[in-house]
């Protein structure tokens, strides 16, 4: 069982930054990625950005440019430094971890993004 710890939401202007954490802990053998996921008001949950266990990243074509997603996989952490956000960022973000072939999500953190 894989239990994930996620911080770094909050409220921005537009033009703002925020760097989420999620940090995956339990009985851990080997995590094939990491990442971030979000969901707006009224939409479908989306990929933000993931990165795998051999560090081959994935972003949302809205996102490229704007963010980037690192790993330390020491300490089976994933970080998401998003830069000039604008209020289309507005959701909840989830952290998400696929660990043997079983997806596991964090709670959500809100990302509020005001113009």
């Known amino acids: 069982q894989v239990q994930l710890v996620e911080s770094g939401g909050g409220s921005v202007q537009a033009g703002g930054s925020l760097r989420l954490t999620c940090a995956a802990s339990?009985?851990?053998?080997?995590?094939?990625?990491m990442g971030w996921y979000r969901q707006a008001p009224g939409k479908q949950r989306e990929l933000a950005a993931r990165?795998?266990?051999?560090?081959?990243?994935d972003y949302a074509e809205s996102l490229k440019g704007r963010c980037n997603i690192s790993r330390n996989k020491l300490r089976n952490t994933v970080y998401l430094q998003m830069n000039s956000l604008e209020p289309e960022d507005t959701a909840v973000y989830y952290c998400?971890?696929?660990?043997?072939?079983?997806?596991?999500w964090g709670q959500g953190t809100q990302v509020t993004v005001s113009s």
């Open positions: 998400n971890v696929q660990h043997l072939g079983t997806n596991y």
């Open positions: 990165i795998t266990f051999t560090g081959d990243t």
């Open positions: 339990g009985t851990i053998a080997r995590i094939s990625s």
